[in-house]
């Protein structure tokens, strides 16, 4: 006997649907209920009552962050962004990967006879056009940009010296894993830069990938099909042991979350090598004593990353960086740690609506202004991208100048102003 729509979901999800009461807590705290149609709690209400063709001929779960701030708020746990992933899976069961609404309309044809009121939305349909672009680059060129994943270390061209052992150096401690958006778009090409020059400085033997990284999976994982990224992952856990590494670090918080978490979980257990961000690297180095800081006289804030803090939960590390270098004045924003707001730059939001996730980063801003911060920092990358752009979208922002930074862009500064 076939099951039912809440059980097929609970049981994808791994998630208890049944305990929702509807309180609306995870809506109020989500960064694009706003857009939605229904929002979490009524998305929850819904699976309850079998809806199944109802929310698959929504836009709602596409316009998931995958931030779980509705997690963060549900007092019975639920975690949402599982359970919205698991309505994308089901999609993809259906033959989802449609190149046109008519194609949908097909689909759900029974279900639009008996509810002729309902609208298939062209934007649902062209966004999901979008992310099967996204998945078919992501398949033929492992990256999500499509260009020539030879080209991953093009960053370390502008270095004032290229580190020794940076390509694929047999025997390094550490591989630093850049990711995606650091190693192929220039606008973010200034994260691996201060990474690797505060590593070099500070005589950690390191090495990367190269063209051999390939893109971590998490954009697959987002849009319900982890098992495409299966080959990814196979692919560069073996690539790091064949370098013999004992310890891989990421700028990138998608990734770490991917490598920390996941990983495991698709490989059947441990993978063998230790697993660390950025952040946490500094710290440690910091504390060693390997690491020199100069004064950096400023007002800094941290935006906490949603696939950093609330999902991995690193929430102290970078903090401690921040408050390490002298002349730092440090204030938090009024939502930060496991209620941060998200930057409105995750879950594949920018490929599937690039209008929504604007609003979501101009807002996330607005807090920074609110405590006069001159520097908005954070750790990753994706993060460092939507924030500088709601700046120059903020009329408060623009007229105070603030800067928005990577941690490890703020450490390489403080170290250049202690060096003689």
């Not at 007229?399 to 930074?405: F, I, N, Y």
């Amino acid at each position: 006997m076939e099951r039912s729509f809440i059980d097929q979901v609970n049981g994808l999800s791994g998630q208890t649907t049944q305990l929702c009461y509807h309180c609306h807590k995870c809506t109020a705290g989500c960064p694009t209920a706003y857009a939605m149609q229904y929002g979490p709690d009524r998305i929850l209400r819904l699976i309850q009552f079998g809806q199944k063709e109802r929310l698959l001929a929504s836009r709602d779960p596409w316009l998931c962050l995958g931030c779980e701030m509705c997690g963060a708020h549900c007092p019975n746990d639920i975690d949402i962004n599982e359970v919205m992933i698991a309505l994308k899976e089901m999609s993809e069961e259906m033959g989802y990967r449609v190149e046109d609404c008519q194609t949908l309309r097909e689909l759900l044809a029974d279900y639009l006879v008996q509810r002729p009121q309902t609208v298939i939305d062209d934007r649902l349909c062209a966004g999901i056009q979008r992310l099967n672009r996204l998945s078919q680059t992501i398949g033929a060129t492992h990256n999500i940009s499509g260009d020539d994943n030879a080209n991953r270390l093009l960053w370390s061209q502008n270095l004032e010296r290229v580190p020794a052992g940076l390509d694929r150096k047999q025997g390094a401690e550490i591989v630093y894993f850049v990711g995606c958006v650091a190693s192929l778009f220039p606008r973010s090409y200034r994260v691996p830069q201060s990474f690797t020059s505060v590593l070099e400085a500070s005589g950690v033997d390191f090495t990367t990938l190269g063209g051999q990284e390939w893109c971590c999976g998490y954009p697959l994982l987002s849009m319900g099909r982890l098992e495409q990224a299966k080959a990814l992952i196979q692919h560069n856990v073996a690539q790091v042991k064949e370098l013999g590494a004992a310890r891989v670090v990421f700028a990138c918080p998608s990734c770490y979350h991917m490598w920390k978490f996941i990983y495991p979980e698709v490989l059947g257990g441990e993978i063998g090598v230790g697993v660390l961000h950025a952040t946490e690297l500094l710290d440690e180095l910091i504390t060693q004593g390997a690491i020199e800081l100069g004064e950096v006289k400023a007002r800094v804030t941290y935006h906490d990353p949603c696939d950093l803090g609330r999902k991995s939960h690193v929430f102290e590390s970078p903090r401690r960086v921040l408050r390490s270098i002298p002349g730092v004045e440090f204030v938090e924003m009024s939502s930060a740690g496991q209620i941060s707001e998200c930057c409105g730059g995750g879950g594949n939001l920018e490929s599937f609506d690039p209008e929504i996730g604007g609003e979501v980063s101009v807002r996330r801003i607005g807090r920074a202004c609110e405590v006069e911060a001159q520097v908005v920092t954070s750790a990753c990358q994706q993060c460092e991208r939507t924030l500088t752009a709601a700046v120059r979208q903020h009329e408060g922002a623009r007229k105070a100048r603030v800067r928005v930074m990577d941690v490890t862009e703020l450490v390489w500064e403080a170290m250049q102003a202690g060096s003689p």
